[in-house]
């Protein structure tokens, strides 16, 4: 899974975090049981709408992408387009760098661009999104898409599991059937 390199099992040591505050190992495991809850909360919603939105999902159609933010803070967002110039075999993704938007409101901190470093993003032209490309080839390559999402809400923007998200992706509306596909088993 993409995201097993947080969630990983930590060594008894302390951990220097990318602005220079150091995380314990009881933080570390807090901080991973914490991601790995709002993970669980939001991923099988994330996957079937990135199963909607694939180019062989929906040929003929332009809308192959997802965008997805904190509910009340459009500006720090993340998202990912399907790239069918090679046959929709990769998607494109990208965090918010401030660059766009209405009111250009993100401010990241050194700590959390390093982050999205971390996660993979190209960080080096804060006048763009920071951004990547990860193959889409099959569905477990979808949950490495969502992990990357969520994670870069998590890591990047402070969202948590009380976070209410906000997801726009024309062609994969949600609705009661994803709810019911992703409704938890007790």
Not at 26 to 43: C, N
Request: aromatic share 6%; charged share 20%.
């Amino acid at each position: 899974m993409f995201v097993s390199r947080g969630v990983r099992r930590l060594r008894p040591v302390a951990m220097v975090l990318a602005g220079g505050a150091m995380l314990t190992p009881a933080m570390a495991e807090s901080d991973a049981k914490s991601l790995r809850g709002f993970l669980d909360k939001h991923r099988c919603e994330i996957i079937v709408r990135l199963e909607q939105i694939q180019p062989h999902a929906a040929p003929g159609k332009l809308d192959f992408y997802i965008t997805v933010s904190v509910r009340g803070a459009d500006d720090s967002y993340v998202q990912c387009i399907f790239n069918d110039d090679i046959g929709g075999t990769s998607v494109l993704c990208e965090a918010a760098s401030g660059a766009y938007g209405p009111g250009r409101k993100v401010n990241m901190s050194p700590s959390r661009i390093a982050a999205l470093a971390a996660l993979g993003f190209d960080t080096s032209k804060p006048e763009a999104n920071y951004s990547q490309i990860l193959p889409t080839k099959s569905v477990e390559n979808l949950g490495k898409v969502a992990d990357l999402l969520l994670t870069t809400l998590y890591r990047g923007y402070g969202a948590r599991v009380s976070s209410r998200l906000k997801i726009s992706a024309p062609l994969g509306p949600g609705g009661d059937a994803v709810r019911k596909r992703c409704a938890p088993i007790s």
